[in-house]
């Protein structure tokens, strides 16, 4: 294991571009390695096996680090806010029984393309129909919705992006 370190080491650079977070991979590798020893197999190759060790905790971290936000300053975690959950259940109520009134067909059309955020050519093909006929049953059924919740501005009805994304037409299509 010692004979691979320096090779490790030059791996875990070329992989984190950093010399402290290469050393901690290498540290990691060998801690992983020897409390897993069991798993080597004699006679094959040490190195490969290491690097394989190095390769798959660098990529786990790399992972996990792509869905954390640096936050330094705490502006991040002052943006992040909860509306009271009372209100929000009443809203979604009111959204689904809304919804429920919807023409099936307009409701397909609404929440592939509002909710889902499928285009309108994807919602056209999933439903196997024009893309004039997604758009006019997706506007029917906005202007519907809209009517049955008494909603002008989708800013007046919650805090949910989904809802308003289905009410305004915000996603993608």
Request: include cysteine; charge should be neutral; aromatic fraction near 6%.
């Amino acid at each position: 294991m010692l004979a691979a370190v320096p090779s490790l080491r030059a791996f875990a650079i070329s992989l984190s571009g950093n010399i402290d977070r290469a050393d901690d991979l290498v540290q990691d590798t060998l801690l992983r390695a020897m409390a897993n020893i069991d798993l080597f197999n004699p006679g094959t190759n040490m190195s490969a096996w290491l690097f394989t060790i190095l390769r798959n905790l660098f990529r786990s971290e790399y992972r996990k680090r792509r869905r954390e936000v640096e936050d330094v300053d705490g502006l991040h975690v002052d943006s992040l806010k909860s509306p009271p959950q009372q209100h929000s259940r009443l809203e979604f109520e009111e959204f689904r029984r809304a919804l429920e009134k919807l023409l099936p067909d307009q409701r397909e059309a609404l929440i592939l393309v509002g909710a889902s955020g499928f285009s309108y050519e994807e919602a056209a093909a999933i439903c196997e129909s024009a893309v004039g006929t997604i758009k006019s049953r997706v506007n029917r059924a906005r202007a519907r919705l809209s009517k049955l919740l008494s909603v002008e501005s989708s800013d007046i009805f919650g805090q949910d992006s989904t809802t308003r994304a289905v009410l305004t037409g915000s996603g993608r299509g």
